[in-house]
């Protein structure tokens, strides 16, 4: 993480999103604003975790981190907003709800929602930056457990593996079953199969 130039600033938080290219459920965010002096090992970019280290490194984060939240847009939210939009909301809820307001927010991707402290947006950066591998983390776990419950009230549709991306299993199970009220009517495979009806 050393390659990385922090701005000047004494409260930095990161901020992610998970759930953008699913075809059901919520885009989750995540802000963390981390401790120097508490650090965390082994932060990474959530998708290059195993899911049980995932878990532990979760748990160490809302412990040692001086503050963190999570934000969201719902299915219906993406499908009135569009899905950029509805991620740059979501990500400004995550900053709102955090206990203490940072001075400066990095973002991963290659821009940011309107704030109201100064922002940057780091390509890759939760590779780069712990703050954002923190906040990658907290999201994807949180959406990860929203899948598995979705999985659990309609175990037809294999949520728990596919986690809504539209992998070939869950195009196979929307065509049999047909859409749910949590999928995103706006994207392609949906959308194609609510005109056929």
């Not at 907003?81 to 955090?98: D, G």
């Amino acid at each position: 993480m050393s390659a990385f130039i922090y701005p000047d600033y004494e409260l930095i938080a990161g901020v992610d999103e998970v759930g953008r290219g699913p075809l059901v459920g919520a885009v989750v965010t995540a802000a963390v604003i981390l401790d120097p002096h508490n650090p965390i090992e082994g932060l990474a970019d959530s998708k290059a975790l195993s899911e049980k280290k995932r878990l532990l490194l979760e748990a160490e984060i809302k412990q040692k981190a001086r503050a963190w939240a999570l934000g969201r847009a719902e299915a219906e939210e993406i499908d009135r907003l569009n899905i950029l939009h509805a991620t740059m909301l979501a990500m400004q809820r995550a900053v709102k709800q955090l206990k203490i307001q940072p001075h400066f927010v990095l973002v991963d991707g290659n821009r940011t929602p309107q704030l109201d402290m100064p922002a940057r947006a780091v390509v890759k950066g939760d590779r780069l930056v712990a703050e954002i591998s923190a906040a990658s983390i907290l999201a994807k776990v949180a959406r990860d457990r929203e899948m598995q419950a979705l999985d659990r009230l309609y175990p037809q549709y294999a949520f728990a593996q596919h986690k809504g991306y539209p992998t070939k299993l869950h195009l196979q199970k929307l065509a049999q079953f047909g859409p749910l009220a949590q999928h995103r009517r706006s994207f392609s495979p949906v959308r194609k199969l609510l005109e056929q009806v």
